[in-house]
């Protein structure tokens, strides 16, 4: 009979596969939407670069989200995971600020001067997922040390962290090499490319199949 850490490892593996799958129906959103928007016409609408930004790079979150809640209320037991999908969903709103003020202020959001944009829209639940993932650590150590300890070794959010720093670099040499996403297909794939968050959890699956199998 597997024990309760057996049980607690399986169960971790099935939920980091969930996020997983998440993003990659947010993306497929993503994608159709930005096809769609170009057949009829809006390939610079501003509310269709907005929607199609949101489901290729947020798309998860929501999802994450609602996860994070049925499990919740179905009184599953405190995980990473979990933490993880509700720390999505609340940094999922700030890039919808961050692209409105920078367009009201007149920043070239197609030139490399609204390359954040993107990294924002990509990134900020992962932003918010990391900081989700060390609170969860903090109040399962209860202390700091203890928690940066075990944030330094746990893959998840080492890569997590690492996803978070080099996303803005790549967008950034994209758009100085001439990348410019003038119509919703591009917006979606730039946003796609830009969305890494599906590493951290594929890491967290294979590192907790392998825990269950040794």
Known sequence: MPDDKDRREE???EEFGELIKFTLAGFAGGLGLGWLLDRVGFQKD???QWAVRTLAGEGESILEGVFAIRKRLSG???SLAQAYGWG???GMTVPWWIDLISRLLGVNVYGWEGFYIPYFYAMSDQLGANVSGFIYLYRKERSLS???KKYVK???MLTSLLVILIVPVGLLVAR???FSPTTNLFVALETIAANLCWLPPLVGM???RRRHQA
Do not use: C, T
């Open 206 to 208: 294979l590192v907790e």
């Open 11 to 13: 169960h971790e593996e």
């Open 154 to 156: 746990s893959p998840v």
């Open 46 to 48: 501003a509310r269709g």
């Open 88 to 90: 999505k969903l609340i």
């Open 176 to 178: 100085l090499l001439g």
């Open 76 to 78: 599953a037991a405190s």
């Open 146 to 148: 203890g928690a940066f």
